[in-house]
Structure formats: structure tokens, C-alpha cells
Nanobody, 126 residues
């Protein structure tokens, strides 16, 4: 249901845009998020956006560099990543929640999300 794309190899300081296409007509009913998992580390929260796009959340590690946005007409959520650092190297996963999320902690918790994409690898060279 979720197809992530856009990963690749980029030099430090560069940019990438990830896309996650959702094959559901009810895409606008889903809160969406991006998580990432670096080699040898646990999966961590990167960005989340509410159904309407009115609420957006980031961890401090990417705030000011990453932007999440959605196009409900195209059933797609995006992650624009600027000023990439080697520490951003990871497999990036998009996720969708059918639940009604209100609190930041809900948006940032993996268990809030019901559907996951297959992941796309982002490698940032120094």
C-alpha cells in the first residue's frame, strides 16, 4: 500500500526528496510519518504530518533541515531533506496511521502507525 522512493547517494550538504505513494483513496484520512533506521541502530522518528497537514512534527536532529508535506490529490507524502549530514544515512520508511492522533507523542511513536512502506536507502558521504 505504501511505496517509498527517492533515496540514493548524496554528498554532505546536498539534498534529496523522498516520496511515499499510498494506494488508497482514503489517503486524506491517514496521518503520515517518516522514520529511519541507521545500521546497528533502532528505528527513529523523523517527521510526521496530520491528515490535513495542519500539524507537523520533527525531532531536533532534523528540524530546520527536513520538511514533510503532503499532496492529498496525489495520495503522496514527501520528505524534503536539505543540508544532509553523514549521520542522516539510513533506510527511510514511510508510515500511515488510520487512528485519530492528537498529541505529539502519538505522532512520534511507531506503534501509532498501521501501515509501513518497504524503505528507501539514503546514503550521505562525507
Amino acid at each position: 500500500q505504501l511505496q517509498a522512493s527517492g533515496g540514493g547517494l548524496v554528498q554532505a550538504g546536498g539534498s534529496l526528496r523522498l516520496s511515499c505513494a499510498v494506494s488508497e483513496r482514503t489517503f486524506s484520512n491517514y496521518a503520515m510519518a517518516w522514520f529511519r533506521q541507521a545500521p546497528g541502530k533502532e528505528r527513529e522518528f523523523v517527521a510526521a504530518i496530520s491528515r490535513s497537514g495542519g500539524n507537523i512534527y520533527y525531532p531536533d536532529s532534523v528540524k530546520g533541515r527536513f520538511s514533510i508535506f503532503r499532496d492529498n490529490a496525489k495520495n503522496t507524502v514527501y520528505l524534503q531533506m536539505n543540508s544532509l549530514e553523514p549521520e542522516d544515512t539510513a533506510v527511510y520508511y514511510c508510515a500511515a496511521s488510520v487512528g485519530t492522533l492528537f498529541l505529539r507523542v502519538q505522532f512520534t511513536t511507531q506503534s501509532s502507525y498501521n501501515y509501513w512502506g518497504q524503505g528507501t536507502l539514503v546514503t550521505v558521504s562525507s
